[in-house]
């Protein structure tokens, strides 16, 4: 949001500076820098909107890629990666990401989470569902604890694991 809304106000600070840069003829040498670091502030976030690193490419390989679409497109995504680790965001008003590390016992996945997060989701594990597909794709049942009933159906988008 606050992109959203300090584009535009930049744009209006560079078009008033470059139009006193105008009328002072680039005597004011203040103002010149000013105007051409609004001017690379401006071009780079409009040519690079996601940043200029992509620090993904500094994480290890994912190995298992599931996602679960909830209502109002409310969407939890578990990536398993190299290494045993794992990391498990939630996009929903809103981005969270819970990290930790994971082993696989049988078909299952049991998970731990790294930081202290409510006890409801501290132990979480999730199960191959591969007699369940949804479209086309195998299913990753997900439960935010070992009592937990109701699981979250996570379609596989990438499964190295197998």
Not at 32 to 40: N, Q
Not at 64 to 70: D, I, K, N, R, S
Not at 144 to 158: L, Q, T
Request: glycine share 6%; proline share 3%; charged share 25%.
């Amino acid at each position: 949001m606050l992109l959203f809304l300090g584009v535009p106000v930049l744009a209006v600070i560079l078009l008033i500076q470059g139009i006193l840069l105008g009328r002072e003829k680039s005597k004011n040498a203040h103002r010149v820098k000013k105007t051409a670091v609004l001017l690379v502030v401006l071009v780079s976030l409009l040519l690079f909107p996601s940043g200029i690193i992509d620090f993904t490419k500094f994480e290890a390989p994912d190995l298992l890629v599931a996602q679960y679409e909830g209502v109002a497109n409310c969407t939890s995504t578990l990536r398993l990666k190299a290494g045993e680790r794992f990391v498990k965001s939630s996009a929903c008003f809103g981005m969270d990401e819970k990290s930790g590390s994971y082993k696989m016992v049988g078909d299952t996945i049991r998970l731990t989470f790294d930081e202290e997060i409510s006890a409801h989701e501290k132990y979480a594990y999730a199960v191959f569902r591969p007699a369940l597909k949804a479209q086309g794709k195998e299913i990753l049942a997900y439960y935010a604890n070992s009592a937990a009933k109701d699981s979250y159906p996570m379609i596989i988008y990438e499964n190295k694991l197998r």
